[in-house]
């Protein structure tokens, strides 16, 4: 089996502290770049799974990069540079604490609530009699606040506003940016045969301007269903065959986990973690619509402290 990364501690020039994330781990740099690495860990439920998936991290952090370089035109992003295939470098905003949400399907956590009887969703009144998968009207924004431990938590936006947490001229431009952002990435997908159900962004700020975060797009972060079958397995109330970290949360539910007090991750065998990783390699290729090409893994700590130091040596403002 490949190795994985799970842990990192570099010492990078001008490093003024690091922060360890669920999956990333972040490097400031002279409070002026972040160096962000993606590990190779995984989580689920809020909840870091005991074993890394070799190549995921090269697999989001690739997908990430592509699709920032391609929503440029709609809002500034923080992406600087890809000096590793693990690692993107970028310039360091001061996050806001939400995120946004949008969905264009009912699906997922969503779903889990409306089978519950809930009919509001941030805010947001949920039309009676929709089945699971459907298509929403529109897409609807349902943002969470973005918690440092433990679980996000939803929130309208009257909350945001009441709560400070966001301005109302800044919030108006996140929606704005995050259903331009959507609109982007659904065209994209379908051009692979895909369908973006729903998706995440997170923004930050920086000399008072507003610029897009973290990641974007990937199968982390989003949720994609194959457009060729999604009708038909619709009508007939079967489950979509889809591209995202939903088929790690049902391996976990159908083992009774859901990051619940007292319940215990199940056993991650060599074949199902060899079974994640392949299936990351599939997302990918689905995705971007090109062959993976696998990093060297001999050794990944020492190749991502040579390119980024190779990076840093040669950056200029």
């Not at 090109?290 to 990076?311: C, G, H, L, W, Y």
Request: charge should be negative; glycine fraction near 6%.
């Amino acid at each position: 089996m490949s190795k994985a990364l799970v842990k990192t501690d570099f010492n990078f020039p001008g490093q003024k502290s690091v922060y360890h994330g669920k999956v990333r781990d972040v490097y400031n740099i002279n409070d002026e770049l972040l160096v962000m690495v993606a590990s190779d860990r995984i989580s689920a439920f809020d909840v870091v799974l005991p074993e890394g998936i070799p190549f995921k991290g090269q697999v989001l952090n690739q997908i990430a990069s592509k699709f920032l370089t391609a929503t440029a035109d709609i809002v500034p992003n923080w992406k600087t540079a890809t000096p590793d295939p693990m690692v993107t470098v970028g310039v360091l905003c001061e996050g806001y604490r939400i995120e946004m949400i949008i969905r264009g399907y009912l699906t997922g956590s969503a779903w889990r609530e409306y089978q519950k009887g809930n009919r509001k969703l941030c805010g947001i009144e949920l039309p009676q009699g929709m089945k699971e998968n459907q298509k929403f009207a529109t897409p609807i924004v349902t943002p969470t606040t973005k918690a440092d431990e433990g679980h996000d938590e939803n929130i309208s936006k009257e909350e945001i506003l009441a709560q400070g947490l966001v301005s109302k001229e800044d919030y108006e431009q996140l929606e704005k940016y995050t259903y331009a952002l959507f609109e982007r990435g659904s065209q994209m997908a379908a051009e692979k045969g895909l369908i973006l159900v729903d998706t995440k962004y997170e923004f930050g700020k920086r000399d008072g301007k507003i610029y897009l975060i973290d990641e974007i797009h990937t199968p982390d972060s989003s949720r994609y269903f194959y457009a060729d079958s999604y009708e038909d397995n619709f009508k007939k109330g079967l489950a979509q065959k889809q591209l995202s970290k939903e088929f790690v949360r049902q391996w976990l539910i159908e083992n009774n986990f859901m990051g619940e007090p007292g319940q215990v991750v199940p056993e991650m065998t060599p074949e199902y973690i060899n079974s994640v990783s392949e299936r990351y390699i599939e997302l990918y290729e689905h995705i971007v619509g090109e062959p993976f090409q696998k990093a060297n893994a001999d050794d990944i700590t020492e190749r991502i402290e040579k390119n980024v130091n190779t990076f840093l040596a040669t950056y200029k403002k």
